[in-house]
């Protein structure tokens, strides 16, 4: 079976510093990662997935395997970045669709 | 947004009584998933399903059942056997993955049910 930790509830900066919301998984097959969000009022939705290796509203996420981590990270937060995050994974190598999702970080971004 | 629909908003029922929640998607997706939100404890799976007439059972299935008739929905309800039903309850779908398409969730607004 596969689980996702996200260690931190709440993470709140100042805008302008930099952010990083923590992720840890374990699985033992090949994963997929993603990162959702959902801002105040608004429904969930993807922010970004580690096979893209994009960089969504100044957001990036690097699978790290040896560590089984898929930190998101922004160099300068802003405060429109204040939501709730949830991290993900999708198993690759069966026939699953379905998420397993962390528990969630909101982050507060302070003026 | 108007794509995958959840209603209602806010729903209240009287212990021991079963409830419904509908999703409907008008995207053309073969998959649909419900979850259920709590605070602190993320998302968790109840039922997924992936072509019309299956599904399967998520990590938290007992005290739910669903039917998948129509392409378009997948309704959920939330029987008595559900111990603690007071929750948030998302609804999702995602395409198909063929042709190089991802596979992305998309979500609905979400239906809060509280039992009284």
């Known amino acids: 079976a596969q689980r996702v930790t996200q260690p931190e509830k709440l993470l709140s900066v100042f805008k302008g510093a930099p952010v990083e919301l923590k992720c840890n998984y374990s699985?033992?097959?090949?994963?997929?990662l993603f990162w959702y969000v959902q801002y105040s009022r608004q429904r969930l939705q993807l922010l970004l997935r580690?096979?893209s290796r994009e960089s969504i509203k100044g957001f990036t996420a690097d699978l790290n395997k040896g560590e089984t981590s898929f930190h998101l990270k922004k160099p300068f937060a802003q405060e429109e970045d204040s939501a709730m995050y949830y991290c993900?994974?999708?198993?690759?190598?069966?026939?699953?669709?379905?998420?397993?999702f962390g528990s969630g970080t909101r982050l507060q971004v302070q003026p | 947004d108007g794509g995958i629909t959840q209603s209602p908003k806010y729903l209240f029922r009287k212990e021991g009584q079963n409830v419904t929640l509908s999703c409907e998607q008008n995207?053309?997706?073969?998959?649909m998933y419900w979850y259920r939100q709590d605070p602190g404890q993320g998302l968790r799976l109840i039922y997924y399903?992936?072509?019309?007439?299956?599904?399967q059972k998520g990590d938290i299935a007992e005290g739910y059942s669903v039917s998948r008739e129509k392409k378009e929905s997948f309704p959920l309800t939330v029987t008595s056997a559900q111990k603690n039903p007071t929750a948030f309850y998302l609804c999702?779908?995602?395409?198909?993955?063929?042709?190089?398409?991802?596979?992305?969730?998309?979500f609905g607004p979400g239906t809060r049910l509280t039992v009284l």
């Open positions: 399903s992936q072509i019309v007439n299956d599904f």
């Open positions: 999702a779908s995602s395409p198909p993955v063929a042709g190089g398409r991802r596979d992305t969730q998309y």
């Open positions: 995207l053309n997706h073969d998959a």
């Open positions: 699985y033992s097959g090949s994963p997929e």
């Open positions: 993900a994974l999708r198993p690759r190598d069966t026939g699953r669709r379905a998420l397993t």
């Open positions: 580690h096979i």
